[in-house]
Each structure stands twice: as structure tokens, then as C-alpha cells.
């Protein structure tokens, strides 16, 4: 019977013992804790984004990912065909109102010629539209003087027969005041005879009809002229009005071009503005990745990103997304390691490192619909000096250990029953 029980009792104080072991483990014992959060090395200065403000048709790609730049240089240039159309067609518009321009101010002016010269700014027309429209005002120019002399030589012809008109109506009026004079002269002769009875009354008064007569014809014939002269006036007045009258419409036509020429210039400045962005440049040295472009003729939007330069020169940081419940434990000059999970874990040490700065508020990724604070973290590269095979690059996933208390095993064995406890109790 005592060799049947031996084994009992060394099973029993073999597991009294290893109970007791764990126990006394689970209290003595301390185990390093530590928050951990993914993360990604990212550039100390950030990546810099390729953007174009207006968009729109891509004529050359000139950079890819993986390329090296230099700030300045162009990585992609947009197709500028519709906008150097527009431009011609805004230019067409602009010479046109010039060259009307100089028409209506040498009208305005009464020239005699009109001469007009190509802008400065539009060496890029056709020389032989420019000439047509040079041309075309000249020629309306032309005409429309030789017009208006036409119209004013009319009048001057009709004020020249006028004046013929009353030249041989004064000469008509000079004749009969020498016929009234010898009438009035006859008639004072006669008037002696009669008052000697020495002619008959019929004399004296048929000669006091003549007189009367040739008055009245004086009279009316000195009215014509008056009239005459009136008219004269009249068609000298006609003159300045043709005159006035066409400078007034060209004044006018002038003000209606300025306002059509000041929209032009604005539209040229904004086509050449945008011509002038059609090469996409690099903000900064540094190597492009994150293309969103990648065959001609594709379309870009505006303010899209269109790449990225991640900039030469620059220290290399961890971002790590620490949960919100774990926010309370992490702290700026915090002791971390980082270990880098596209490399094998066997043959790559964990890299010391230490917590810079964390975000004052709560971000929110769009992708995930999650909540989380970011944990920026200096990593400490030296380590990797000995391993050529092994390099810290800007988007490597990086699995972040922040280092917190210890505690015993313990506590971590209790501490979900504590907080189970803790929400149980103070429910209703």
C-alpha cells in the first residue's frame, strides 16, 4: 500500500509546487508593458504634392515613380492646343478692333490719310490676315471719306448756284432801280406840266403805276435774295452737320470698342497666364512616387494631385496611429522599438526610438472609419549601419512597441476581471 500512494504524493506536492511557482511568479515577477500601434515611415519635412491649379489634357509625362527630380524641373506638360486656338481667335479679335480703332480716330480727327502699324504682341497672326485687315480699314476708310467729300461737294454746288441765283437777281433788282429812277424822273417832269395844265392826269398817273410797279418788283426780287442768302446759311450748317455727325459716330463706336477691347485683353492675359502653366514643374529635389497620371491625352482635374516628391535630404520619422484608449499612456520622450515588418524579424533588430510630439486632437481616416491620435517617432537608424541589405524608406509598415510600467503577470490576469467587475457593479 505505501508503494501504491508514493506516486500520489509526489504528483500532489509536484503540482503544489508548481502552482505555488506560478503564484509567487505571477507576484514577483515583472513584465515590461507597452503600447503597440502600427505606423509607416514617412518624411521629417512630408512629401511635397505635383498639382496644376487649372487642369487639363496631358501632352507629355516626362517623370514616373521611382524618378529622380530637381526642383524646378518639368515632370509633366499639358497639351496646350485648344488654349493657343483660343488665343489666335482673342489676338483676331484684338487686331481687328486696333486696326477699327485707327479707322475711327483718323475720322474722328478729319485725316486725310490713315495709316496704321501691327501692335507689338501679335507676331504669332498669319502676316497675310493682318495685311487684309490693314487693308480692309483703309479701303472703308477710303470710301467713307470720299463719301462724305461727295456729299459735301453736292452742297457746296448748291450753294454756288445759289449765290449764281442771287447775282442775277441783284443784277435784275440794279436794272429796275434805274428804271424807277427814270420814272421817279419822268414823273416829277410830268407833274410840273400838269400842275401848268399842260398835260393831261392820265400821264401822271399811268407813270405813278409804273413807279408803284417797278417798287414792287424790287421788293420781291430783294426778298428772293434774302431768302437765297438763308438758304446758303442753311447748307452751311448742312456742311458742319455731316461733318459733326460723322465724327460724333465715330466717338462713339470708339467707346463701344473700348469696352469689347478691355474684355479681350483680360481673356488674353488669362489664356497667356494658363499657356505659361502648361509645364507641371517639381516643388522640391527628391524622387517621385504616387503618380495618378499615366498615359497621354489622360485628363486632369484641377488642384488633383497629380504625383509626389518625396524630398531629398530630409529625416525620416514614424507616424503611429495610437488607439484612443491607449492615449493616457503615451507621452512625448517615450522610449520605443520599431520593428519592421517587410523585413524578416529574425535577421532584423528592433530599432530604438523615442516619441517627438502627439497630435492635440483625435483624427479620423476617411478609408478605415477610424478614430486614433498620431504618434510621431524619432526611430534611431544606427543600428542598420552594419546591415547594407536592410533601409529605412519613406511608406515602410512599421509595428511600434511604446513602452509603458511594468507590471506583474498578475495584474494582467486580473485586470479584465477588474474591469468587467467595474461595469458590472454600476449597472442598474
Do not use: C
Amino acid at each position: 500500500m505505501p508503494s501504491a500512494r508514493l506516486p500520489l504524493i509526489v504528483g500532489g506536492i509536484a503540482i503544489v509546487l508548481l502552482v505555488g511557482g506560478l503564484g509567487v511568479w505571477s507576484v514577483a515577477a515583472s513584465i515590461a508593458g507597452a503600447v503597440v500601434a502600427s505606423g509607416t515611415v514617412k518624411v521629417e519635412s512630408d512629401r511635397q504634392v505635383v498639382q496644376h491649379p487649372d487642369g487639363g489634357v496631358v501632352g507629355e509625362i516626362l517623370a514616373r515613380d521611382g524618378d529622380a527630380v530637381a526642383a524646378g524641373d518639368v515632370v509633366l506638360r499639358l497639351d496646350g492646343t485648344f488654349l493657343r486656338s483660343e488665343l489666335a481667335i482673342v489676338e483676331r479679335q484684338l487686331l481687328e478692333i486696333e486696326a477699327r480703332k485707327a479707322r475711327l480716330v483718323a475720322e474722328r480727327d478729319g485725316a486725310e490719310t490713315l495709316v496704321i502699324g501691327i501692335p507689338e504682341g501679335f507676331d504669332n497672326l498669319d502676316p497675310d490676315w493682318v495685311r487684309g485687315q490693314i487693308e480692309g480699314q483703309k479701303s472703308l476708310f477710303a470710301a467713307r471719306r470720299l463719301a462724305l467729300a461727295q456729299e459735301l461737294e453736292q452742297i457746296e454746288e448748291q450753294k454756288l448756284q445759289i449765290e449764281n441765283q442771287i447775282e442775277g437777281t441783284m443784277a435784275q433788282i440794279a436794272a429796275l432801280e434805274k428804271q424807277l429812277g427814270l420814272v421817279e424822273r419822268e414823273l416829277v417832269d410830268k407833274q410840273r406840266l400838269l400842275d401848268q395844265n399842260l398835260v393831261p392826269v392820265g400821264q401822271v398817273l399811268s407813270l405813278q403805276r409804273d413807279e408803284a410797279g417797278l417798287e414792287g418788283d424790287i421788293g420781291r426780287l430783294t426778298s428772293q435774295v434774302a431768302e437765297s442768302r438763308g438758304r446758303i446759311s442753311e447748307l452751311a450748317v448742312q456742311s458742319l452737320r455731316l461733318v459733326d455727325t460723322r465724327r460724333e459716330e465715330a466717338l462713339t463706336q470708339l467707346r463701344d470698342l473700348q469696352y469689347s477691347e478691355i474684355e479681350l485683353i483680360e481673356r488674353r492675359l488669362s489664356v497667356t497666364e494658363r499657356l505659361s502653366r502648361l509645364d507641371v514643374r517639381s516643388p522640391a529635389d527628391g524622387v517621385v512616387f504616387g503618380s495618378s497620371v499615366f498615359a497621354v491625352r489622360a485628363v486632369v482635374q484641377g488642384g488633383a494631385p497629380i504625383m509626389y516628391v518625396v524630398p531629398d535630404g530630409q529625416g525620416l520619422l514614424v507616424s503611429a496611429r495610437i488607439e484612443p484608449t491607449d492615449i493616457d499612456q503615451v507621452f512625448p520622450g517615450q522610449p520605443v522599438s520599431l520593428r519592421l515588418t517587410s523585413y524578416d524579424s529574425r535577421t532584423t533588430p528592433e530599432l530604438p526610438g523615442e516619441v517627438l510630439r502627439i497630435s492635440a486632437d483625435a483624427l479620423f481616416d476617411e478609408a478605415t472609419r477610424m478614430t486614433y491620435y498620431e504618434a510621431v517617432i524619432l526611430p534611431d537608424t544606427s543600428v542598420l549601419a552594419d546591415m547594407p541589405g536592410v533601409q529605412l524608406l519613406p511608406g515602410l509598415p512599421v509595428e511600434s512597441f511604446l513602452r509603458t510600467r511594468d507590471r506583474s503577470p498578475l495584474s494582467y490576469l486580473l485586470r479584465p476581471l477588474k474591469i468587467y467587475f467595474d461595469r458590472a457593479l454600476r449597472e442598474e
